[in-house]
């Protein structure tokens, strides 16, 4: 069964500053990575997703993800954190066959201080 | 880009009644749609899977006669919760898989059900 899991319930980190929240994962075959954020009481809005090509994977808003496939991580980087980025969000992993389901991890509330 | 919305975006109901939510694929065809629950401060829980013109896969422990889906047209599926208790009060959310083999899943604004 796949799983994702992201270890920081929280990141804090000063205006202006890089941030990066981490996600590693567990699936068989190839993963189909998502990073989402979320809003209070919003949906979810995508990020980035890595499939396939360059581990560096650019986003929205100024946000990247490197993917690592001996360490089985996607974490989430920016190099400079705006006060509009704290939200919470979520990596998420695709099964690539079947329904292709998306499993989420836990999520990481970014709190970005001015 | 692609837009799904979801209606209503906040109902309060009593004990006992049903509450039909409704998710719609604006601007694309959607074969595959997926209905998730948010509890506070938690992530999404997949509750069920939705192919167009079939029934509904549920995830093991959710109650299928509690959780109907229906999936009519290929831009629009129904999630009614049946005589809803406080205890089914939550955040649903719903995503529309485009057609193809990479697909992307565009997500729903999300439904806040309140149960009193």
């Known amino acids: 069964a796949q799983s994702v899991a992201q270890p920081e319930d929280q990141v804090n980190v000063a205006e202006g500053n890089p941030l990066t929240v981490k996600c590693t994962y567990s699936?068989?075959?190839?993963?189909?990575l998502f990073w989402y954020v979320q809003y209070p009481n919003r949906g979810l809005q995508f990020l980035l997703k890595?499939?396939?090509?360059?581990?560096l994977v650019k986003g929205s808003y100024g946000f990247e993800a490197e993917f690592n496939k001996s360490q089985t991580s996607f974490h989430l980087k920016k190099p400079s954190a705006l006060v509009s980025d704290s939200a919470l969000y979520f990596c998420?992993?695709?099964?690539?066959?079947?329904?292709?389901?998306?499993?989420f991890g836990t999520g990481t509330k970014l709190q970005v201080i001015p | 880009g692609a837009v799904v919305s979801q209606h209503p975006s906040w109902v309060i109901c009593k004990s006992g009644t049903s509450v039909k939510i409704e998710c719609r694929s604006l601007?694309?065809?959607?074969?595959?749609m997926f209905w998730y629950r948010q509890f506070p401060k938690q992530s999404l829980m997949l509750m069920a899977t939705?192919?167009?013109?079939?029934?509904?896969?549920?995830e093991q422990g959710v109650e299928k006669d509690k959780f109907l889906i229906n999936h009519a047209s290929l831009t629009l599926s129904t999630l009614t919760v049946t005589s809803a208790h406080p205890e089914d009060s939550s955040f649903y959310i719903c995503?529309?898989?485009?057609?193809?083999?990479?697909?992307?899943?565009?997500f729903g604004p999300g439904t806040r059900l309140t149960v009193t």
């Open positions: 995503s529309a898989r485009a057609v193809g083999p990479e697909g992307e899943q565009y």
């Open positions: 699936v068989s075959g190839n993963p189909y």
């Open positions: 890595y499939i396939t090509g360059d581990n």
């Open positions: 998420a992993v695709r099964d690539s066959g079947g329904y292709q389901k998306v499993t």
């Open positions: 601007d694309f065809q959607a074969t595959t």
């Open positions: 939705s192919n167009e013109g079939s029934k509904a896969t549920y």
